[in-house]
């Protein structure tokens, strides 16, 4: 202070600082405060619609060293997207005070995604001597509930499901003092004041410490109990307990999918996956996603992941998870998400009572609602950084940032696994994973969805895309949506959705050459396509290479039943009649019947699909004749391979201006191996070898008449990682720069983002 007083007003300099990003209920304001006084600076900061507005005087070196500092030091769940600085005139401030708020014309306020309880808030949980000691609300401006408590904006506490709780002397004591980590803390709550946990078993009530000693009890015992979390139902049991678990699926009448499964420490995680350090930092940072560990021999039952090589593991993120896994006699909680199959996440309490009661066996409920349900998110380390496969709490509405300014559009996304995007200027909104659109119910919740990020963005959309498939729910969606508001619609193929994305997360216009593979798209010419190399830019593709077609009899039924696919491939090859336990076992009788189909062209459509290659692969060597869950012929083909330096053959042929990429010849040698006695493992390694070198010499010859240097990879078919990391390093090593997804799902949870991009590209 002395310093600063002595100092003459023609020595100081005055800059202005405007931050723009997440900086508002995440405690910037009394962290920009803290740090002016810790640097001398005198001036202000005040709100503005968009950000904040720094003035900050004091001597060059102490002003240099705090706009140096602000990023570095910035609260965690903060997020600058843009920090931008002036020169002002020198006022002759003497302190560093917070100003009005002010309201500006046309600024973006960005929400904060929910964040997982902090370190000092987790600290006062388990301290006997705080007043929030085992309260499962605590929070504070550097966690808690954000997004799925928000019903409008601005983000004031009125505005969200805190809006029935009236904060006590105390609270709002915290809430009111700058120099609190409570201030403006909007979700801040004691148990004076807050909301309360009640567990309900038949028509016994427990209320506070006893609901959740009581929960613990029962999940000891074998019990499954469905637990309200932050964006959703969970239905939890003790993972190591086979039976319990078994009862959980027999019940939930899901026989297979694996089960994420939840643990109070890393240590605790630990005993039964292999944590490398990347792992670490997904399952420990602020978002706690369900991360995809390779398993180890341990204690967990068989039934949380069975034929699988992995977990999908996560940290605790709110203080009510803490609580329940703090007791010893829980290693991890089964927590699967508390809806049965693809239906619309439950999120309110009567719902769940009804709709979850003969799974659960009691229910561990609370009185603070949820305004909009979240899923756990589910990323998959890998040597090339994470891949997320399903984006929703933690990222959820942090925007992806663009390179270009798309306006208002809303792109409404797919059919499976959901999400829709909305765009403002250069931020794209793509919103947490929705579901499969199949069912009037999810319909209606994406429905609700769309209405609920339009308001609180404050974007009315001007302009709507769509997939290219007619009958898609969310096609007619936005053909009904367009027409009721006199807008445009711009229909995008499915792949060309899929690859946009890609190069927009990387401001990359191109032209690239795309490669599409995944289950099921919509193609141009009618046909279902999933393995593709698209010459694309935002506006217009051409296809220059795909797979060679196969007939799928039966439609959908051939995706469910991988055994006929791999049938058709044999039959293609005239391999039917092979010396192989396939061909031995083989249902002649419906196949016989599925060969009709075939020959008169019954529904029987025709597929260039990466998925279907992988799924005749799967059922050939016998790991998944029929799917009990989606891509689960694919998943345990990955699972299987072990290490193989040979690749099977394959042709690519030509037919006028396309490449046509022929699996034929790894049929006859795979038939081979079996004959041979050859391990399902090195017959996996090999199939994946080969499908990389055929993607890799397709792209190479597509690249040869194009002279285009940059390849994007996208679609569901690159969460595999052999297939991923595999293709990476051929194109890396053959010279091209090679974008892959960092930010978005690669399957269909990103293809929104990719309609939108294409749909002002085209229409602005
Ligand atoms: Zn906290
Ligand atoms: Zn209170
Ligand atoms: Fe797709």
Not at 160 to 184: A, K, L, N, S
Not at 404 to 433: I, M, P
Not at 625 to 634: D, G, N, T
Request: glycine share 8%; net charge negative.
């Amino acid at each position: 202070m002395a310093d600063r007083a002595a100092l003459t007003t023609d020595q100081r300099i005055r800059r202005q600082i405007t931050i723009t990003g997440i900086v508002q209920g995440v405690g910037f304001r009394p962290f920009i405060h803290r740090l002016a006084q810790k640097h001398n600076i005198a001036g202000s900061v005040h709100n503005f619609t968009g950000g904040v507005v720094i003035e900050a005087e004091g001597n060059p070196g102490d002003v240099t060293a705090f706009i140096k500092d602000l990023p570095k030091e910035k609260p965690p769940i903060a997020r600058i997207e843009d920090m931008s600085t002036s020169e002002l005139p020198v006022a002759g401030d003497s302190q560093f005070v917070i100003t009005a708020s002010r309201e500006a014309a046309g600024g973006t306020i960005l929400l904060s995604p929910d964040v997982a309880t902090c370190q000092d808030c987790r600290r006062e949980l388990f301290d006997a001597e705080d007043r929030r000691y085992q309260y499962p609300f605590i929070n504070c401006t550097n966690c808690g509930p954000r997004f799925t408590i928000i019903e409008t904006v601005p983000y004031d506490r009125p505005n969200t499901t805190m809006q029935p709780f009236v904060m006590c002397p105390q609270c709002q004591g915290e809430y009111d003092d700058i120099d609190d980590r409570r201030y403006h803390a909007q979700p801040n709550a004691c148990p004076v004041c807050g909301p309360h946990v009640e567990l309900v078993v038949g028509d016994k009530h427990y209320t506070r410490d006893k609901a959740v000693q009581e929960a613990i009890e029962r999940l000891v015992a074998g019990g499954i109990v469905a637990i309200k979390g932050l964006g959703g139902f969970h239905l939890a049991c003790d993972a190591t307990n086979e039976e319990a678990v078994q009862k959980l699926r027999r019940r939930k009448g899901r026989e297979q999918k694996p089960l994420a499964i939840m643990s109070a420490s890393l240590a605790d995680i630990q005993t039964y996956c292999e944590v490398t350090d990347e792992a670490r930092a997904l399952l420990s940072g602020p978002i706690r996603p369900i991360v995809l560990l390779m398993q180890k021999d341990s204690t967990i039952a068989p039934s949380v992941a069975p034929d699988s090589k992995y977990h999908g593991a996560m940290l605790p993120y709110t203080p009510l998870h803490h609580l329940l896994l703090a007791d010893d006699r829980l290693l991890a909680l089964v927590m699967t998400s508390g809806n049965l199959s693809e239906e619309p996440l439950t999120t309110q309490n009567d719902e769940a009572r009804q709709r979850l009661g003969h799974i659960a066996d009691g229910f561990l409920l609370h009185n603070r609602k949820i305004n909009i349900g979240c899923d756990d998110s589910v990323v998959r380390p890998t040597p090339l950084g994470p891949i997320i496969m399903r984006r929703a709490r933690g990222y959820v509405p942090f925007p992806i940032k663009l390179e270009r300014d798309l306006g208002k559009t809303l792109a409404v996304g797919g059919h499976f696994k959901n999400t829709f995007c909305l765009t403002k200027g250069h931020n794209a909104f793509l919103s947490q994973h929705i579901g499969d659109l199949e069912d009037a119910e999810t319909l209606e919740y994406f429905k609700w969805c769309v209405e609920h990020l339009q308001d609180v963005l404050r974007v009315t959309p001007d302009l709507i895309a769509h997939d290219l498939h007619p009958s898609y729910l969310s096609t007619r969606y936005a053909q009904q949506f367009a027409k009721e508001q006199g807008l445009e619609t711009v229909t995008v193929q499915h792949h060309h959705a899929h690859i946009a994305a890609c190069m927009a997360e990387h401001g990359v216009a191109g032209p690239v050459l795309g490669v599409a593979c995944d289950g099921t798209g919509y193609g141009a010419d009618g046909t279902v396509w999933g393995c593709e190399v698209l010459v694309s830019s935002y506006d217009d593709y051409t296809r220059a290479a795909h797979l060679d077609y196969v007939p799928l009899p039966g439609g959908e039924q051939a995706i469910r039943q991988p055994w006929r696919m791999a049938a058709v491939y044999l039959d293609c090859q005239r391999l039917l009649d092979a010396d192989i336990k396939f061909c031995q076992t083989l249902d002649t009788d419906t196949w016989r019947v599925l060969k009709q189909m075939i020959e008169k062209d019954i529904n029987c459509p025709l597929a260039s699909s990466a998925g279907r290659l992988f799924s005749a692969v799967s059922a050939l060597v016998g790991l998944c004749p029929v799917e009990a869950y989606e891509s689960q012929s694919a998943i345990m083909l990955e699972a299987a391979a072990t290490e193989a330096e040979e690749a099977y053959s394959y042709e690519i042929t030509r037919d006028n201006d396309m490449l046509i990429m022929q699996p034929g010849p790894m049929f006859h040698e795979i038939v081979n191996d079996l004959q041979a006695g050859t391990a399902i493992g090195q017959i996996s390694a090999r199939f994946h070898n080969a499908f990389v070198q055929m993607l890799a010499d397709t792209v190479q010859q597509v690249a040869d008449e194009t002279n285009i240097g940059q390849v994007a990879l996208s679609g569901g078919t690159f969460q595999n990682e052999l297939v991923l990391v595999g293709l990476h390093h051929e194109l890396t090593k053959a010279g091209f720069a090679v974008l892959i997804h960092k930010e978005t799902p690669p399957n269909d949870g990103g293809l929104a983002l990719g309609q939108a991009v294409v749909a002002a590209a085209r229409n602005r």
